[in-house]
């Protein structure tokens, strides 16, 4: 109760100026462009955010890996990454930016009353990752893009975080983070609940504040406002 | 084929070495060659289990280095001329374990005896992946209380992903063995049950082996359970174990609370 009458941790937008270096094809052409453009002004991108947008050419991810780094030799800060599949990018890389998607989002959300079933088919690239055995204390499951789905049990001391829904078929005693990305529309499903922690959308939820009635129950999870509900399932 | 078994649990103090000495010693007297080896660098005590400290002249980082070649580092038990310790050596460290060495060792080692068991340092570092990197077969040692569950799935999932057969996508044959388990906290809920550690670890049980005042003079004498007390019910489940890891059929018996007529009186009363 304590916690409620504090005021709540809060974030805000802001907009700001970023360059974005949107690099093309043939890429080698491009380095050499731009080592010939830093050459004459070394510090010219070392104190300003930069935006990398790859959707200009194609690459794979040990192409895109070496890219970073040689941009990272070369002191650039980047500030995020857009146009390229959110799965290359580890925890330890900088975040994902999606100009296109968000404005696709915006109209999606305001044709959501007149169609659900719209939205689902305006959204083709729907991922699933489905894992078939259980998931270890000390794994971490990392699934930006999409669903998790899990044929097992997730131990104490084990994480998924999943930028959707996660779906777990056996107990769930670590932690869960759904809609990572800030999906509230991500839900945590589990077979048997006894998790150590719930996290949708960016808001927790611990043990402490769970009815102890759904300890050992099939329960759901989803986001009502600010509030993470919880209900056994039948 | 000879198979390569490692002993872990990722917690210290549950009983892998013991349980290394015991599994050791029945598997040998079933007839087969044993040898077992002990990656505990630093910190040995499988020789102390097996009797064999002041017989340790040459231990597993002189055959990595070289300096002396296996058949002068095997020790031979003097109970079972079938059964062989390598030691660790207790003035180095873990770093002094090499991957090629490693390898080079258990590859010599597969081709004389049909078990080789490597005895698991406690933890999750460079020594215990070491250990459990060229298993065939993983015996997991777990205590029925939380944090050795816990740590046993630790260690689990380090068995998926760092061993040489995990890399080449097959699958460690995974075992659960659970030591000290106090059959007289049984039912009373102080302690975790048989069912709920088989369901947390999800693993094939290999066996239940009770405390017992019996494994520590046995440990003290330097012989293995299974040697010294053969009709203790410890070395009786180890011996249990034993069998099924050679592909054997028996029940599983879980130790439950002796009950005595007076003790069913009270309870009765009680009630």
């Not at chain 2, 034993?242 to 130790?255: C, F, G, S, T, V």
Request: with cysteine.
């Amino acid at each position: 109760m304590l916690a409620q009458t504090r005021r709540s941790f809060s974030f805000q937008g802001r907009s700001f100026l970023a360059f974005v270096l949107a690099p093309s094809a043939p890429l080698h052409d491009w380095v050499q462009e731009l080592e010939a453009w830093t050459a004459k002004s070394p510090d010219f991108f070392s104190k300003k955010p930069v935006i990398l947008d790859l959707s200009g050419i194609s690459l794979n991810k040990a192409d895109f890996t070496e890219f970073l780094m040689l941009l990272r030799t070369r002191k650039f800060r980047l500030l995020s990454i857009e146009g390229v599949d959110p799965d290359w990018l580890e925890p330890e890389l900088e975040p994902l930016a999606d100009s296109k998607h968000n404005k696709d989002f915006q109209i999606a959300q305001s044709e959501l009353v007149k169609s659900s079933l719209s939205v689902l088919q305006n959204t083709p690239d729907i991922k699933t990752l489905i894992l078939n055995n259980p998931v270890r204390s000390g794994q971490s499951i990392h699934f930006p893009s999409g669903d998790v789905t899990i044929i097992g049990s997730v131990a104490s001391g084990a994480e998924i975080i999943s930028g959707g829904s996660i779906h777990i078929y056996g107990t769930l005693r670590g932690r869960a983070f759904a809609g990572s990305a800030g999906n509230e529309k991500a839900r945590i499903f589990c077979n048997r609940f006894e998790a150590e922690l719930l996290v949708i959308g960016g808001i927790y939820k611990s043990p402490e504040n769970i009815d102890k009635d759904f300890y050992g129950k099939p329960v759901q999870a989803w986001l009502e406002g600010k509030m993470i509900k919880l209900k056994q399932m039948e | 084929m000879a198979k390569v078994v490692v002993v872990t649990s990722g917690k210290g103090g549950v009983g892998k070495t013991t349980s290394t000495a015991a599994l050791g010693a029945a598997l040998a007297q079933n007839g087969q060659s044993v040898v077992v080896v002990d990656f505990d660098i630093g910190l040995r005590n499988l020789d102390l289990m097996m009797g064999a400290e002041r017989r340790v002249i040459f231990d597993l980082i002189n055959v990595i280095q070289g300096s002396a070649n296996l058949s002068q580092a095997l020790i031979r038990d003097k109970r079972l001329e079938n059964l062989y310790l390598l030691a660790a050596s207790q003035t180095r460290d873990k770093n002094a374990l090499t991957e090629k060495g490693v390898l080079q060792v258990i590859s010599e080692l597969r081709k004389k005896f049909d078990w080789v068991l490597c005895d698991s340092p406690a933890g999750i570092e460079r020594g215990a992946v070491l250990a459990m990197k060229h298993a065939d077969i993983a015996i997991i040692i777990a205590n029925p209380e939380i944090s050795s569950v816990r740590d046993s799935d630790r260690i689990i999932g380090l068995l998926d992903a760092k061993t040489e057969r995990a890399k080449n996508g097959q699958e460690v044959e995974k075992h659960l063995l659970i030591t000290r388990f106090d059959s007289s906290r049984a039912g009373t809920g102080e302690m975790l049950e048989v069912d709920d550690i088989s369901d947390i670890l999800s693993i094939p049980l290999l066996g239940v082996v009770p405390e017992s005042k019996d494994i520590l003079s046995a440990s003290n004498l330097g012989i293995p359970i299974t040697l010294s007390n053969k009709n203790s019910t410890s070395a009786q489940a180890y011996r249990d174990a034993a069998k099924r890891l050679n592909k054997e059929d028996i029940p599983i018996i879980i130790p439950t609370k002796k009950r005595n007529f007076l003790a069913g009186w009270f309870s009765g009363r009680a009630a």
